[in-house]
């Protein structure tokens, strides 16, 4: 069975640090790409990072720029989102998915999905 299952979030104050981890049991995330996405009430669901299958190559929304740093593990088969600096406007469920596109303006090159992890960021 496919699966990916995100942890790492919780609540935390404006200024605070949260690291995230997207690992996969059933398959090889080294094998695809990687991104992460996330959803606030009432919002659509947005982009936020993406890393290649070799981890040489980012991209991250204009919003998390210089805050947030993906990576990958491909020894522990997971993927990891370190969110510096975090802002209330931050807050959202996020979720990790795997896909075949460098890409983080759509989520239908995306595959596989998890059930996501509560962000919340108290200002």
């Known amino acids: 069975q496919l699966q990916l299952v995100e942890s790492g979030g919780g609540l935390v104050q404006a200024g605070g640090s949260l690291r995230l981890s997207c690992a996969a049991s059933?398959?090889?995330?080294?094998?695809?790409?990687i991104g992460w996405f996330r959803q606030a009430p009432g919002k659509e669901r947005e982009g936020v990072s993406c890393?290649?299958?070799?981890?040489?190559?980012?991209n991250y929304a204009d919003s998390v720029k210089g805050r947030f740093t993906i990576s990958r593990d491909t020894a522990k088969n997971t993927v990891y989102l370190q969110m510096n600096s975090l802002k209330p406007e931050d807050t959202a469920v996020y979720y990790c998915?795997?896909?075949?596109?460098?890409?983080?303006?759509?989520?239908?090159?995306?595959?596989?999905w998890g059930q996501g992890t509560q962000v919340t960021v108290s200002s």
């Open positions: 890393i290649s299958v070799s981890g040489s190559r980012t």
């Open positions: 998915a795997a896909g075949t596109i460098m890409t983080i303006q759509s989520t239908r090159w995306y595959e596989h």
């Open positions: 059933g398959f090889n995330l080294g094998s695809y790409i």
